[in-house]
């Protein structure tokens, strides 16, 4: 059994511990926050061993093994670096980090510690995705061309809300790193051109439409926004079909056109999107990995450098 130590007791945290209680092999050790409110509420709905109001108590606890860590992403870098000095291993939310720096230096301290670290991209282990990749690498749709994908959402202004902070709100961070993440999972050449049509309200982007383009030709389009009407579609074009996902990031069936035919792929995602991101965490800890080869190291550095460069040619 693995006990988690969870900081940050949100709306994604809650999901997150609704999630771990259907695990085998996970238990809710333990909860930290500030708040004295969300502590009580927390600890009357998911019944924790320990409740924590100061984070240095948490990570002194020596029988907490894994810290799941979902405060807003501007705070991850130091949690992170926290519970490793702890030798807790780390499941951290996106986007883990806002700088290369960062992610360079806390999956480097992973490593020499020998402890498990991951972004919590949980994308990359919905058994449909799991099924695409496979199908999409075998030639299913030809050779790529194309990906785009929308995360679109009106959100109220509320300047207390992280979302609206000038350092790490917008949409970009919020929703785009699914978008991100989405499309390297599936094209792994080097990005060559990168533009962005942006719109910025109340000090943060609220609308981004970003293009990359991919070393060998692929065109990849992620939408995101604070201030539109819903749209989660993902479709990826290929040379001979497509495949369209509705919303991309927790699909459970796919439309799949080839020439004038279509057919639909289906798999049941268990109990909910967080599963099986825990159940990989469990698998990977029990197996002594350092990190998942759905979501590497390499993969958190190398979003963290593009969202970086998005940056620079958004100003």
């Known amino acids: 059994m693995l006990n988690w130590g969870v900081i940050g007791l949100g709306n994604v945290a809650k999901r997150f511990c609704d999630s771990l209680s259907h695990s085998d092999v996970g238990h809710l050790y333990a909860i930290a926050s500030h708040s004295k409110e969300k502590q009580n509420a927390f600890a009357k709905a998911y019944a924790p061993d320990h409740v924590y109001g100061d984070y240095d108590a948490f990570f002194n606890d020596e029988e907490i093994d894994v810290v799941y860590i979902a405060v807003p992403h501007g705070l991850h870098y130091e949690l992170c670096k926290k519970a490793l000095e702890h030798y807790k291993c780390v499941l951290c939310e996106k986007p883990a980090f806002l700088t290369k720096k960062e992610a360079e230096e806390i999956t480097q301290m992973a490593k020499d510690r020998h402890l498990f670290f991951m972004e919590a991209m949980k994308t990359r282990f919905i058994p449909l995705i799991k099924v695409l990749r496979k199908n ?90 604070m201030n539109r009407p819903r749209d989660r579609r993902g479709i990826i074009k290929g040379t001979k079909g497509s495949v369209m996902l509705d919303p991309y990031y927790r699909p459970e069936e796919a439309i799949v056109e080839i020439g004038d035919e279509s057919y639909t792929l289906t798999a049941k995602i268990p109990y909910d999107d967080f599963h099986p991101e825990i159940e990989a965490v469990h698998q990977d800890i029990e197996h002594l990995q350092v990190e998942d080869q759905l979501m590497s190291f390499s993969d958190t550095i190398y979003l963290s450098e593009m969202f970086e460069k998005i940056k620079d040619v958004s100003k």
């Open 136 to 225: 999409i690498a075998d030639g299913m749709i030809g050779d790529i061309v194309s990906i785009e994908n929308h995360f679109l959402s009106e959100v109220p202004y509320d300047p207390e809300r992280y979302l609206f902070d000038h350092k790490m709100g917008g949409a970009l961070y919020d929703t785009g790193v699914y978008g991100l993440a989405f499309l390297f999972d599936f094209v792994r050449t080097p990005v060559v051109n990168i533009e962005n049509k942006v719109e910025h309200q109340y000090g943060v982007d609220v609308y981004d439409q970003v293009t990359l383009t991919f070393e060998n030709g692929v065109k990849g389009i992620v939408e995101c926004a």
